[in-house]
């Protein structure tokens, strides 16, 4: 007689938060002791413990917070207008059959046209100021923000709608309860994408034409050679990105709890 | 409790999706407080002959009628109860319930005791504040039948509400409904494919023939729900009789091609 040998392990990862935040500090601290043990030279990759001081020079000097300011506001508005615009964009295409062909045809037409390339048009369109920069954000959120909308509209159960229209509700009760609730973890799951990719195109936007924001500041130190202040810019953009993703994931966890 | 006597008819109905024909020639009539229990093998066309009693499939052809007095407070005459319970994951047992309230003009003191009282009337009121994903299949189905009830609907029309469950569960609930429409009053269109259901249910019990579906047969019970048991003889020799009448064509349509 022989024992049954166990099949069933595997295939059921999990999430360690405490793993998450070990990583990266023991990254850094790998980074730190190879640069202070001459492993790696500081010539072609700055410590973090040099980027670290450059950082702290640039808030003492008050320089940072003009760069974040500026840059966090271009952020903001821009992915604000983005998404507002193709939340309704993609609640129109997703809901009527007149919009609905012709919607996909352009959004699918302008989706993958790399949104930097166009950064020039813009500055023609809208002036080399905010205008064009916040545009330029706006227009790379606006077609992921309404195909993610119109994905989450399509996964609504249709028995949820048939069962709202048998009970007499009207049509917008039906969008307000029904529908976007529904769509709203597909909507989400695209903010995680288009926050990022309104950090890259902010940061592209502000190395055309910008005095003030991280990306002008990148540029800048690039330019002079200054790895230290290049990478202390760097750590700000993750920053960000790692700030907004922790916002969106608590988004989740208050709004869609009842999942 | 409502104060509805409605008849609902269906007169020379028939229906096709595409090419391929479901209904044909269905005249149907429930009477004012009536149980009319619908049968058939799969496929036959009893969840559209649903739809169009309701008014959420127009038929190609045929039309139904609504006759009767529907109680000033009844907010939806034509109200289904869902084989798959259709209950919004995001609201609470009670924000399902008070959902098909919300559009209506009762005051929001009116509504919550509607609320209240139609969950404690199916044994819901613990329960009022649960998430639908923490409740059992049976849990959920009631549910269904507290949102039907609240409207004080003049017809209730149900789709297999009890496929989805398991025995145990499915036999608890159907003398729960037995009790609940016998009290309502309601009339009542009820799909089943489980002949125990028909004859614990029906006063009146329509078989459905293969696609196209027409109707075969009435069977006609006049016993009381109250008083009603799955295991009388007289019920029981009914189910084998409505089997009889069903086997050859269920064998059929189960050996059917299903095209889209
Ligand atoms: N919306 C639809 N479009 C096309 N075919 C459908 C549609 N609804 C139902 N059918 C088909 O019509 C037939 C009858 O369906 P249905 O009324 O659901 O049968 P039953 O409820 O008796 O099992 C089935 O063959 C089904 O595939
Ligand atoms: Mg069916």
């Known amino acids: 007689m022989a024992e049954v040998p166990f099949r069933g392990g595997g295939f059921a990862p999990r999430d360690i938060p405490a793993a998450s935040v070990g990583t990266l500090v023991g990254l850094v601290l790998l980074w730190q002791a190879g640069a202070s043990l001459h492993w790696i030279s500081t010539k072609f990759l700055p410590a973090p413990w040099d980027i670290a001081r450059a950082l702290y020079a640039l808030a003492a000097s008050g320089e940072l917070w003009v760069h974040l300011s500026a840059s966090l506001q271009r952020l903001a508005i821009g992915w604000a207008v983005g998404t507002v615009a193709g939340l309704v964009v993609g609640l129109v295409v997703g809901l009527f059959t007149l919009a609905r062909s012709p919607g996909m045809a352009v959004v699918s037409a302008l989706f993958p046209i790399p949104k930097i390339a166009l950064v020039p048009l813009f500055i023609i369109w809208f002036g080399i100021g905010e205008g064009s920069k916040v545009i330029t954000l706006a227009f790379g959120v606006f077609f992921p923000t309404v195909i993610n909308t119109v994905a989450g509209v399509d996964g609504v159960p249709r028995n949820l709608i048939r069962m709202g229209q048998s009970f007499g509700l009207g049509w917008w009760s039906i969008v307000r309860k029904i529908v976007l609730p529904g769509a709203l973890p597909a909507i989400l799951s695209g903010f995680r994408i288009t926050t990022s990719t309104a950090i890259i195109l902010l940061v592209a936007a502000e190395m055309i034409g910008a005095e003030k924001g991280i990306g002008a500041f990148v540029l800048a130190a690039g330019n002079l050679y200054d790895t230290d202040n290049l990478l202390a810019g760097i750590v700000l953009l993750s920053t960000i990105g790692l700030v907004l993703s922790w916002v969106i994931g608590r988004m989740e966890k208050l709004l869609l709890s009842w999942r | ?260």
Request: proline share 4%.
């Open chain 2, 1 to 260: 409790m409502t104060g509805s006597a409605v008849r609902l008819a269906l007169e020379g109905v028939g229906h096709a999706f595409g090419t391929l024909k479901v209904l044909d020639g269905v005249d149907l009539v429930a009477e004012p407080g009536e149980v009319m229990v619908l049968i058939g093998p799969s496929g036959c066309g009893k969840s559209t002959l649903l739809s169009i009693f309701g008014g959420m499939l127009a038929p190609q052809a045929g039309r139904v009628r609504m006759d009767g007095a529907v109680a000033p407070d009844c907010l939806n005459a034509l109200t289904y109860v869902f084989q798959d319970f259709a209950l919004l994951p995001w609201r609470s047992v009670a924000g399902n319930v008070s959902l098909v309230l919300e559009d209506s003009a009762l005051s929001a003191a009116e509504r919550a005791r509607r609320v209240e009282e139609v969950l404690a009337l199916t044994g819901l009121s613990d329960f009022a504040g649960a998430w639908p994903k923490q409740l059992s299949g049976g849990m959920r189905q009631r549910v269904g039948i507290a949102r039907a009830l609240a409207v004080r609907p003049a017809v209730l029309l149900m789709d297999e509400p009890l496929s989805a469950l398991d025995a145990q569960t499915r036999g608890l609930l159907l003398d729960e409904f037995a009790e609940m429409i016998a009290r309502a009053g309601v009339t009542t269109v009820y799909v089943t494919h489980n002949l125990a259901e028909a004859v614990r249910l029906g006063q009146q019990v329509v078989v459905l023939s293969r696609r196209p579906g027409r109707v075969r047969e009435i069977v006609r019970i006049d016993r009381p729900l109250a008083g009603r048991h799955i295991e009388d003889a007289d019920l029981l020799a009914i189910e084998q009789h409505l089997w009889a009448l069903i086997r050859d064509d269920a064998a059929l349509a189960d050996r059917e091609r299903v095209d889209g």
